[in-house]
């Protein structure tokens, strides 16, 4: 008879259910091997010998009772409840996308693919790699651009990292200023500004129809199709840049570019954005991959990933991370940025939609948005301020007035439960996507004019499917998405046995553990992975009004609670999309903070020999003179050196930045000491938890 686990009470009958028997996989009888092998009598004896007592947390945390698996999904669930999932036709770079089912099930919801670590080995990585290079030959294909990074975290910190690009790139030092066209998204116009303030330069927000450049600017920021869905052509603005030595970066729409000419023909330097209507839902604004491509003479200013094909030892071409001697883990102080990572798996999702779909696929989808929303005007016939556009309209605030107030086309829109974009100045904004349909058009006729319609009658007004809305000069009239693998696999079969090619050949959580500590992902459990893609999470836009985001906000203040009381501290912050963006917002916070106490001249951050590199390539796109303190063999800060330093610059000491553990895996016994250091000499502590 099979020797069973005795079982002692009726809480033991439900124990394995909770989330930590499935997470951690050791059985009792190998706990105690391990604990046999290390020489501890008791887990508890183990953290006695590695964890300090001065730090040693006394009591028990207050948080909820475990629960199990099925009862966290219950409550989840409950909790997506409480989202209303809206048609939002807001845009603003966020849109409706259908997820094809074999992305979904095979690679989003897949651990052979979310599991797998950062790609150093190239050996063990060659599925992932081949995905992130279809990705990269994407965006350079739609943009126009010589080369693509293998993506960034999203579309307005990839806008602030080509702003630092230009003026890395620029020859003149004197030039302090990027224009950037009052056009742009919002959200992007605000994260270029925060990264500008602590870099020392100016930003100047205007009218691109009207800007002159000068000497002054290193360059400028414009989109097209711009937030107001307006096609723009830049190219005489971005002769006039070159011609006085300054560089341009123009934001785009990939799914527009198979419509309209790439803003490489423009004469882009860089071209920025997000591919997040390629297959990855919104999310309530994330994740999603955003990208940078660049023409040949910034390849080597570029941050990010980039992957490249090199050859094996057996003469056979293979794929690896190229250049990386850009990237913070080499490069540290000087790298190009602190990005440390691709967004892979949505970069991933995002490449093989276009495998999915291929150039004819994706030109129906573009043609589609286009015409609904060229159908919207016809059938309201109403003008919009721009007679350019590819799938966003807007119609002024006396255009609408002529045949609704606008009081009414809300109470309208809100009684069918559609989020229109309602601009300060009075404007209405309307974005179709992929999703949009005859039914939508409809309602939104209705909202509009107060008449109903219906699907029939817009079938009768017989809209041509040619794009009438982009003018010739702004066709796109080169072929795109040429290579192989973008027309090869559009039956199901083929395409699900392409994506098992690649998978086969990397090592993820389902081949073997993965012991590299740092930032490695441990486990995503299915019971976590699930959620992601239901409709009440995935489908409400960022800007969808507050009430309709109860169950995110019921999630979000939660958790922060939660982790708040784990960490000690009183607040918690779920805006960074990484690690290396949590580094800079937390620099941000120390420095403003310091500004608060008339304090903004401290400007040294101290950083131990041992830091990740993302640390030091923090702190200088802060502005922040950096001094190394020394560390001893083991990783550990030496004491002395760091008070040395301290004493050298205790005036313009802005902060220490140290991670903990360290990156040798150690807790530090003179840790509350190092830090006691650094506060009374006015100082604050930034801490590193990636271990």
């Not at 990939?254 to 997000?274: F, P, Q, T």
């Not at 507050?546 to 918690?572: N, P, S």
């Not at 150690?666 to 830090?675: H, L, P, Q, Y």
Request: hydrophobic share 40%; net charge negative.
């Amino acid at each position: 008879m099979h020797a069973f686990e005795p079982i002692d009470s009726i809480e033991g009958l439900f124990a394995r259910d909770e989330f930590h028997g499935r997470h951690i996989g050791p059985s009792r009888a190998q706990e105690d091997e391990m604990l046999t092998r290390v020489h501890a009598a008791s887990r508890a004896e183990l953290i006695r010998e590695t964890v300090p007592a001065a730090i040693l947390r006394e009591g028990l945390l207050n948080l909820p009772e475990p629960a199990s698996e099925s009862e966290a999904l219950d409550e989840l669930r409950t909790i997506a409840n409480q989202n209303q999932v809206w048609r939002s036709f807001i845009g603003a770079g966020y849109y409706g996308t259908f997820t094809p089912e074999p992305i979904r099930r095979n690679v989003l919801e897949n651990p052979g693919w979310y599991t797998a670590y950062t790609p150093y080995q190239a050996e063990v990585a060659q599925g992932r790699l081949e995905a992130l290079m279809n990705y990269q030959q994407m965006v350079v294909d739609l943009t126009g651009m010589h080369t693509s990074n293998a993506s960034l975290l999203d579309e307005a910190t990839a806008a602030a990292e080509a702003m630092a690009t230009m003026k890395r790139a620029h020859k003149g030092a004197a030039a302090n200023k990027i224009f950037i066209d009052v056009q742009v998204h919002p959200q992007v116009i605000a994260v270029i500004k925060t990264r500008a303030h602590w870099m020392g330069l100016e930003c100047v927000v205007g009218d691109a129809e009207a800007f002159s450049p000068s000497a002054e600017f290193f360059g400028a920021h414009v989109q097209s199709p711009d937030t107001r869905g307006a096609l723009r052509d830049f190219s005489g603005l971005a002769s006039a840049l070159h011609a006085v030595g300054a560089r341009i970066c123009i934001g785009t729409d990939l799914l527009s570019a198979l419509l309209v000419k790439s803003v490489g023909r423009m004469g882009a330097d860089i071209a920025i954005g997000s591919a997040q209507r390629f297959g990855v839902p919104m999310g309530y604004g994330g994740p999603h991959a955003a990208f940078m491509a660049v023409k040949e003479d910034l390849v080597r200013a570029m941050p990010g990933r980039i992957i490249g094909v090199s050859v094996d030892a057996s003469g056979k071409p293979a794929y690896r991370m190229s250049l990386q001697t850009r990237e913070q883990h080499i490069r540290r102080d000087k790298a190009t940025s602190n990005i440390c990572t691709a967004q892979a798996l949505l970069a991933n999702m995002a490449s093989f939609y276009a495998v999915y779909h291929g150039p004819q696929g994706l030109h129906r989808i573009a043609l589609r948005a286009n015409a609904m929303a060229r159908l919207l005007i016809k059938a309201t016939g109403l003008t919009p301020k721009h007679a350019a556009f590819f799938d966003t309209v807007v119609f002024s605030a006396a255009t609408l007035a002529s045949v609704s107030p606008t009081t009414a086309i809300k109470s309208r829109a809100d009684r069918k439960q559609i989020n229109l974009r309602y601009f300060a100045d009075g404007d209405i904004g309307i974005a179709c996507d992929e999703t949009t349909g005859l039914n939508d058009i409809a309602d939104l006729v209705e909202v509009l004019t107060g008449k109903p319609t219906s699907t029939e009658a817009l079938k009768a007004l017989r809209l041509t499917t040619q794009p009438e809305s982009i003018p010739a000069t702004l066709a796109r009239e080169d072929a795109v998405l040429t290579h192989p693998v973008f027309n090869s696999y559009h039956s199901e079969t083929e395409f699900v046995r392409y994506m098992k090619r690649l998978e086969n050949k990397d090592i993820s959580l389902v081949h073997s553990m993965i012991p590299l500590g740092s930032c490695t992902m441990k486990l995503n459990a299915a019971a976590e992975m699930a959620p992601v893609t239901w409709p009440e999470f995935a489908g409400l836009h960022p800007f969808a009004p507050d009430q309709q985001a109860k169950g995110y906000r019921i999630m979000l203040d939660q958790l922060g609670l939660w982790l708040a009381e784990i960490t000690g501290f009183d607040a918690v912050s779920f805006q960074p999309n990484s690690g290396a963006q949590g580094e800079y917002a937390g620099l941000l916070a120390i420095r403003f903070y310091q500004q608060s106490l008339g304090q903004g001249h401290r400007d040294v951050c101290l950083i131990p020999s041992s830091a990740h590199g993302t640390n030091p390539a923090s702190a200088q796109m802060m502005g922040m003179k950096i001094v190394v303190v020394a560390c001893d063999s083991q990783g550990n800060v030496d004491v002395a050196d760091l008070q040395a330093k301290i004493e050298a610059h205790k005036d313009q000491l802005c902060a220490l930045m140290v991670t903990y553990p360290s990156t040798h895996g150690v807790f530090e016994s003179a840790i509350k000491d190092i830090c006691a250091k650094v506060h009374d000499a006015g100082g604050q502590v930034y801490m590193d938890g990636a271990n």
